[in-house]
């Protein structure tokens, strides 16, 4: 199975900050690799897909980079409407698995 | 409006077995593949299962063989059968719409989930 890492697990920034997150694969997965944003009692909401291809209505302030093993999702300007739970997700081979996840919480 | 409607969570002992229903709507169901996906109170998101639009299957190890997903296209549904459940299954259960689409796939829609509980 792919084991996908993310870091950091909990992430503490202001209004304004830039922030990344990373994700990393245990194995390559090309640019099969999604990140979905989650906020409290509600269902996970897709972000990008193929590493750095934005969904429809996702803001530019967020961006996502890399191939093969190494993934980032960046926010440029963090919003109030952006702290939530954020997940990596590798669409390269069953099983599909997830990272384990990390939240974002107001400084 | 694409739309996805779980049902039939609960509480239900160890050992015992529950079926669950997504309700499908705004999308031609039968030409996408579907996906549940748990999550464990205070915890992250685990994959449970596909179902291909020519009805090919895939889980992992953790519910293989005592889950089974199923679709019926012409009432627009999905559905999982879990049998022996454990308190580990715990979870809410999310259905959700596979894509993919200019190199790369991506679950697109989730429905909001529908709470299983395996206690005694």
């Known amino acids: 199975d792919i084991q996908l890492t993310q870091s950091p697990s909990f992430l503490s920034a202001s209004v304004g900050d830039r922030v990344t997150i990373t994700c990393r694969a245990s194995?390559?997965?090309?640019?099969?690799l999604a990140w979905y944003q989650q906020k409290p009692g509600k269902a996970p909401k897709l972000l990008i897909y193929?590493?750095?291809t934005f969904q429809s209505g996702v803001p530019s302030r967020f961006s996502g980079s890399g191939s093969g093993t190494d993934f980032t999702l960046t926010i440029s300007s963090l919003q109030p409407e952006d702290f939530a739970t954020y997940y990596c997700?590798?669409?390269?081979?069953?099983?599909?698995?997830f990272g384990g996840g990390t939240k974002v919480e107001i400084k | 409006e694409v739309q996805l409607v779980e049902s039939g969570g609960g509480l239900v002992q160890p050992g015992g077995s529950l079926r669950l229903s997504c309700a499908a709507s705004?999308?031609?169901?039968?030409?996408?593949?579907m996906h549940w996906v748990r999550q464990a109170t205070g915890k992250g998101l685990e994959w449970v299962s596909i179902?291909?639009?020519?009805?090919?299957?895939f889980y992992p190890g953790s519910v293989k063989g005592r889950f089974t997903i199923s679709r019926e296209n012409a009432k627009n549904s999905l559905y999982l059968q879990m049998n022996s459940l454990r308190a580990g299954d715990t979870a809410v259960y999310y259905c959700?719409?596979?894509?993919?689409?200019?190199?790369?796939?991506?679950?697109?829609?989730w429905g909001q989930g529908t709470l299983v509980t395996v206690s005694s």
């Open positions: 959700a719409r596979g894509v993919c689409t200019n190199g790369g796939c991506s679950f697109d829609y």
């Open positions: 705004g999308f031609t169901f039968s030409s996408y593949d």
């Open positions: 179902i291909g639009t020519a009805g090919d299957t």
């Open positions: 194995q390559g997965i090309s640019s099969y």
């Open positions: 193929a590493a750095s």
């Open positions: 997700q590798q669409l390269n081979s069953y099983p599909l698995t």
